[in-house]
């Protein structure tokens, strides 16, 4: 069960970075101009 839990987390993790990523460089961008 851990295990899963484990994994699961990685992947939600993952999914996030990837996500918010491009949402904050974006951000920082229309925040310059």
Do not use: A, H
Not at 22 to 32: A, D, F, Q, S, V
Request: overall charge positive; some cysteine.
């Amino acid at each position: 069960m851990e295990f899963i839990l484990s994994i699961t987390f990685k992947f939600i993790n993952y999914e996030k970075q990837r996500y918010m990523k491009p949402l904050c460089e974006n951000g920082n961008l229309i925040y310059r101009l």
